[in-house]
């Protein structure tokens, strides 16, 4: 882990004194515990980031409540003093998984005062009946353009107008991210320093490059970067890399592992998880979920996400490709009624033959949204860029182009973005258990942000100013094609340019490497000419 994250001491100490992981232990045992004990106080700077801290004020969220109390430290050692290894804890579940290697640890467990109950969630002698678990099934180049994910939402709507994610934090939940830390398309990224943490939770450790691929292949639709071959949807944005899946095995432990995961992007101030995950049926059978539990609530991964989005991070989540086996249903967590959901289409825009469908049990419209999943360009190996497809794939997609509408209205919140992509999608008032709401065009979400959060200037408005660089020019109206001259007090001309104004403002990157003083701003437009002032200031 990159300490660059800045998470809390306390954190790190809580989630990482963790026994390692032992090929000895056959049984994973879940424990509920009945409260967390004597509490006492924590400061939010005890448990959170300071980025944290300021998404959960955005959110609404002002004090430290129960859940994000840590598990009693002494209940979890009385555990391990007993021979039982942890492997992780959830605060707001107030739950921690241990491994044991006799199968009578449960009923002891259950016996202790402060044990509410407890579920077995991983057992010894079933053989694997996902040997090919998160295998990518690659395809040489389609014939589609290698952008066509981005195009297909009008996604360069916000690309070429400056926002790429910049300032905006991603957590990436997945299996692996082998190679991550040399793939030429991840280059920029490394650069950087964009990859500010990583940590596995089936492991207990920091390295993460050294398993499966199908997260590298998640994280180079994010922030690849390689012309002609791969444009990522938010290269830009920073990553927190966390391995939450074994993919060794399919059992209900890494529901566990899941939930560990988004409470460590949430101590860390991750805006988004995007997750290339899910669950429905085991090694074991008998942990098997039915259609029904598609309720929202019932899930331990559901209630986990629902929970994580309750705090201000946008969850995206892959719908699932079994609409072609008997399942047939979308997966946990994307049931969650505060989880973007997303289903896949092919080049064409048509629902692939395995994306998931809908609706959740009790009838919400289930996927939410759809972006293009099939033959999606994707780097996984040096020297080598191929592609995938599965809902896997258009998560993030969609993940990464949310990044970008936060960078463009920060004030935004998860259920802002989520309902903007619905209204902005191509099926909004038909939605469907295939496409959902359909797929979104970036402009039009936009639109609805701004027209939220920014106020319409009797004229033109300059934000900020003062600036250290990056501005923005807000209009009344959208007045089209513009023409942007910035000249100094003395009339030297130091940046011009033809540009098209999308849902009412113009961003900015220019002032960077300029000196500090008074920057004149004339604007040539539809509605005549316009004069503004900025001030930059030394960074």
Not at 241 to 250: I, R
């Amino acid at each position: 882990m990159f300490l660059s994250s800045r998470i809390p001491l306390l954190i790190l100490l809580l989630q990482f004194t963790v026994t390692a992981v032992s090929g000895q232990e056959l049984f994973f045992i879940r424990v509920y515990f009945k409260d967390k004990g004597e509490t006492g106080s924590y400061n939010a700077s005890e448990l959170f980031s300071s980025r944290a801290i300021l998404r959960r004020e955005k959110a609404g969220i002002t004090d430290v409540d129960y859940r994000d109390f840590p598990v009693n430290s002494q209940y979890i050692n009385n555990i391990k003093a007993m021979g039982l290894k942890l492997h992780c804890t959830s605060r707001w579940l107030n739950t921690a998984l241990f491994g044991s290697t006799d199968h009578n640890s449960v009923s002891i467990l259950n016996n202790l005062p402060y044990v509410a109950g407890t579920r077995l969630v991983k057992t010894p002698g079933k053989k694997s009946l996902f040997p090919d678990k998160l295998v990518i099934n690659t395809s040489i180049p389609g014939q589609a353009p290698f952008d066509k994910p981005i195009t297909m939402l009008n996604g360069y709507a916000l690309h070429d107008h400056g926002f790429r994610g910049e300032n905006v934090l991603i957590a990436v939940l997945d299996g692996g991210f082998s190679s991550a830390d040399r793939i030429e398309s991840l280059s920029n990224l490394r650069t950087r320093k964009g990859i500010i943490a990583t940590y596995d939770f089936v492991n207990n450790s920091t390295d993460v490059y050294n398993a499966n691929t199908h997260g590298t292949a998640v994280l180079s639709i994010l922030a690849g970067n390689l012309s002609g071959k791969i444009a990522g949807t938010a290269p830009s944005a920073n990553y927190i890399l966390l391995k939450t899946e074994d993919v060794s095995s399919e059992f209900p432990c890494e529901e566990d592992f899941w939930a560990a995961g988004a409470e460590y992007a949430d101590s860390a101030g991750a805006d988004i998880i995007s997750s290339s995950l899910g669950y429905y049926n085991f090694d074991d059978p008998s942990m098997d979920y039915k259609h029904i539990d598609l309720n929202g609530n019932t899930a331990i991964v559901t209630i986990a996400a629902d929970i994580a989005a309750s705090k201000g991070i946008l969850v995206v989540n892959s719908a699932g490709n079994e609409r072609d086996n008997y399942w047939q249903k979308i997966i946990f967590p994307s049931d969650g009624d505060s989880v973007l959901a997303v289903g896949a289409v092919d080049e064409n825009e048509l629902i692939s033959g395995f994306s998931s469908s809908g609706p959740s049990s009790d009838r919400r419209i289930k996927p939410d949204v759809s972006a293009m999943g099939v033959l999606v360009p994707l780097q996984t190996a040096l020297g080598y860029v191929t592609r995938g497809s599965g809902t896997s794939f258009s998560c993030p997609v969609i993940s990464g182009m949310s990044a970008c509408l936060l960078q463009a209205v920060p004030e935004a919140t998860p259920f802002d973005i989520i309902t903007a992509l619905n209204e902005g999608s191509d099926r909004f008032n038909t939605p469907d258990s295939l496409y959902g709401y359909g797929i979104p065009d970036m402009s039009i979400a936009l639109q609805k942000l701004r027209d939220k959060y920014v106020l319409v200037p009797e004229e033109i408005l300059i934000r900020p100013n003062p600036t250290t660089g990056p501005f923005d020019i807000v209009f009344g109206n959208s007045p089209g094609p513009v023409e942007i001259k910035i000249l100094s007090t003395t009339g030297k001309l130091i940046y011009s340019n033809s540009l098209t104004v999308v849902s009412r403002i113009l961003h900015l990157d220019v002032l960077q490497k300029h000196e500090q003083g008074l920057y004149l701003i004339k604007i040539n437009g539809s509605n005549g000419t316009s004069i503004g002032k900025i001030i930059k200031l030394r960074e």
